[in-house]
């Protein structure tokens, strides 16, 4: 299974700031994910992670939860989060900040699709780890604010594609991935 890339996808657990379609748009994101013969990575949340496990599920792939919470109760009675939709759970412990870094961090690549502040913070962990990162635009919210965000000065090189559809993004990512790998 480790010659399988992992990809993360980051977004807004409330959709009150996204496009109408960015459900739409992440259920199709998991579920390319999976066609391209990735493994889903997720915060294990509700909204746009879901989704996305939702379309990698859908899809007959793996999906990878990190949770907040410490255990499975925690998860489900304190955070009220979902379970149904990742075939494999990690209980971090580490609240949402440092679930936030573990998660980006164990992903060979991450995709942003719409998002509030948490999809913030891992978008500038992955910028900062110089990981691959995939936009999907138009979909609200932060993923539309780093094209600006990413246009003043930063350290390293920018490893960042923009894309409004799922196919192409995914695509594309998985490209920049595979190159950075061969550096």
Do not use: W
């Amino acid at each position: 299974m480790d010659n399988h890339l992992k990809i993360a996808v980051s977004g807004a657990a409330e959709l009150d700031v996204c496009s109408k379609n960015a459900a739409k748009l992440a259920k199709e994101v998991g579920k390319e994910i999976v066609r391209q013969k990735c493994i889903l990575v997720t915060g294990a949340t509700t909204g746009i992670p879901y989704y996305a496990a939702q379309g990698a599920k859908e899809a007959r792939g793996i999906s990878v939860g990190f949770s907040p919470a410490v255990s499975r109760l925690s998860h489900v009675k304190a955070y009220k989060l979902p379970i149904d939709a990742f075939d494999v759970m990690v209980y971090t412990g580490f609240d949402y900040a440092g679930r936030n870094l573990l998660m980006t961090r164990a992903a060979d690549g991450v995709i942003v699709i719409c998002g509030r502040m948490g999809t913030l913070n891992e978008f500038t962990i992955a910028f900062e780890d110089q990981k691959p990162i995939g936009v999907l635009e138009g979909t609200g919210g932060t993923a539309d604010k780093i094209r600006n965000l990413t246009k003043g000065p930063f350290r390293g090189k920018k490893k960042i594609v923009y894309e409004k559809d799922p196919k192409k993004l995914v695509k594309e990512l998985i490209r920049l991935i595979k190159r950075s790998y061969k550096k």
